[in-house]
């Protein structure tokens, strides 16, 4: 049997390049790898920790599952599904979380990141984030997530709650091992010095903005003093990221984009990357509009991969459930 894989992204908006490269593309190679049997889920119960309304949230679920589709993820191939629809992950992160101390959430860094302006008012589940999170994973007996160096923290604590239940209650999970995905850390076309974010649109190249929207955020984009392409972070951050953006987008090395830009100015260099990012989305901007024309195939594609994963899912909570008692 092949190895299993989790991970999940969460539905709270338009993805944009930097999502795309840090996850989803990572998806569909370790999909069509070969190597793994693959649970893909949109991990809706997790994005309840950001502001929203009722029918934003149904949209961006449908939206999400149409970009993952539209990027190459397979129902034929993995399981996808929709966490909410699995009650298991709920009830395996209550039982983890009696075992989890506070202190070791307090300390994650993405949640003293998040609740940094408002100690009091954020609400819990930012804090108890890791938890659910955990019980994604060990709920399918998941040996291999792909994860960037921002989510070993959270892996690390998952593998933590397993070894001490397993401890405590004998062996019921298995300890997930990170596969590590070389993301590149995309930033911001009129900040170079932040990182790319939904929160400032015109600086965010999305997944399906149009051609003429993606030439005008590129053509708008900071650049650096001098004239030289070159890949220097630190003395040409505009240039180094469009660069990367390029090189991630085309394959080609970060020195190969060099040498064919080598002499180009900033304005046909610019024009060059945005081109790349029309063409390499081109076929994904047509099968998403496809898709998001026709949501009941987008419902019926989660319902019938939330039923393949509940299966697995339900077993291991009956087990869980009996290993600490809860069965009589």
């Known amino acids: 049997m092949k190895p299993i894989l989790v991970s999940g992204i969460q539905p709270s908006g338009r993805l944009h390049i930097g999502n795309y490269l840090g996850a989803l593309k990572n998806f569909v190679e370790l999909q069509n790898s070969g190597k793994y049997q693959c649970y893909f889920f949109i991990a809706d119960l997790h994005s309840l920790t950001e502001n929203y309304t009722s029918e934003e949230k149904r949209q961006q679920i449908l939206e999400l599952t149409a970009d993952f589709i539209a990027a190459g993820l397979d129902p034929k191939k993995s399981v996808i599904f929709l966490q909410s629809q699995i009650p298991a992950h709920s009830e395996l992160a209550w039982i983890l979380s009696t075992a989890t101390p506070i202190g070791e959430l307090r300390r994650m860094t993405q949640y003293k990141d998040k609740s940094d302006n408002e100690k009091e008012s954020a609400n819990a589940g930012l804090l108890t984030y890791p938890v659910l999170m955990a019980a994604d994973i060990i709920l399918y007996d998941a040996k291999f997530v792909p994860v960037g160096e921002d989510q070993i923290q959270h892996l690390e604590l998952t593998r933590t709650l397993a070894r001490k239940f397993n401890a405590k209650f004998n062996d019921v999970f298995i300890e997930p091992r990170p596969i590590l995905t070389e993301t590149p850390r995309i930033m911001s076309l009129k900040n170079p010095e932040k990182k790319m974010s939904k929160s400032d649109p015109q600086s965010c190249v999305f ?38 953006i390029f090189s991630a987008v085309s394959g080609e090395s970060l020195k190969e984009s060099e040498k064919m830009f080598a002499g180009s100015s900033y304005s046909n260099f610019k024009g060059a990357v945005a081109e790349s990012i029309v063409a390499h989305f081109a076929d994904y901007r047509k099968k998403k509009q496809t898709l998001l024309a026709r949501p009941r195939t987008l419902v019926a594609i989660l319902n019938s991969g939330s039923k393949k994963a509940a299966l697995r899912a339900n077993r291991k909570i009956r087990e869980v459930k009996s290993r600490v008692g809860l069965t009589v």
């Not at 993606?214 to 040409?236: H, L, Q, V």
């Open 207 to 244: 997944l399906d903005d149009s051609p003429e929207d993606i030439r005008a955020k590129f053509k708008s984009a900071t650049t650096d003093s001098g004239s030289e392409i070159k890949y220097d972070p630190k003395n040409k951050p505009g240039i180094s990221n469009m660069l990367k």
